[in-house]
């Protein structure tokens, strides 16, 4: 539940995170930290993680099948209150309903970061991100002939923004669906971010 008063906005509703149906909300309340914390403590009864990571209260139980996470922390700038997400994720999800974590195959190396789907009025959109240890040319090489293989081609690419010297954008197109990509070296590697937005069957 929300605590009492608070302001909440979904942030996903029909998710997956790493494969998992997973439904996030944002909330924000006038009320102390301390006081909302033992709101949620009340809430969750024993909380398996109760703990701060950079920054953020974090308390999560798994319950049954699902996994309940609450993240808190005091509105920053001095502005007071709280803010903070509600999470559950459903573990239980038969796997037919998962997709393929590397739907989008992965260069030799290549270690996922991030895999999110969401469904949107008229589209789906996924999100991948990995980190590899190819040069910006031979990650864009890469993708060019990944994506050609779902149908879809380059359109345009173009150097990022001076606060990010080292990177690449990449635009690409097809029927019904589009891509765009973002390339970015730095000390540790190769960071390589995909949205896949797919039009979905019951567009307008």
């Known amino acids: 539940p929300a605590f009492e008063g608070a302001r909440v906005t979904p942030v996903l509703t029909a998710a997956r995170l790493h494969g998992i149906p997973t439904r996030i909300r944002h909330f924000a309340a006038d009320a102390p930290l301390d006081k909302v914390r033992g709101f949620y403590r009340n809430v969750l009864g024993k909380p398996h993680l109760d703990t701060t990571i950079a920054g953020w209260s974090v308390l999560a139980l798994k319950r049954g099948d699902h996994l309940l996470t609450v993240r808190l922390r005091a509105v920053p700038h001095g502005a007071g209150g709280v803010e903070g997400t509600l999470s559950e ?94 390339i970015v070296r730095s000390e540790g590697g190769t960071t390589v971010t995909v949205n896949l937005i797919t039009a979905s069957g019951n567009q307008p």
Do not use: C, K, M
């Open 89 to 182: 994720a459903d573990l239980a999800a038969p796997e037919s309903t998962r997709p393929h974590p590397h739907e989008l195959r992965l260069p030799t190396g290549g270690r996922l970061l991030t895999d999110v789907e969401a469904d949107d009025p008229g589209r789906s959109v996924r999100t991948l991100s990995w980190q590899t240890g190819q040069s910006i040319t031979a990650s864009r090489a890469y993708l060019i002939r990944e994506l050609a293989t779902r149908g879809l081609h380059l359109e345009r690419a173009l150097p990022s923004t001076e606060r990010n010297p080292h990177g690449l954008s990449l635009w690409f197109s097809g029927t019904d669906r589009e891509a765009i990509a973002t």
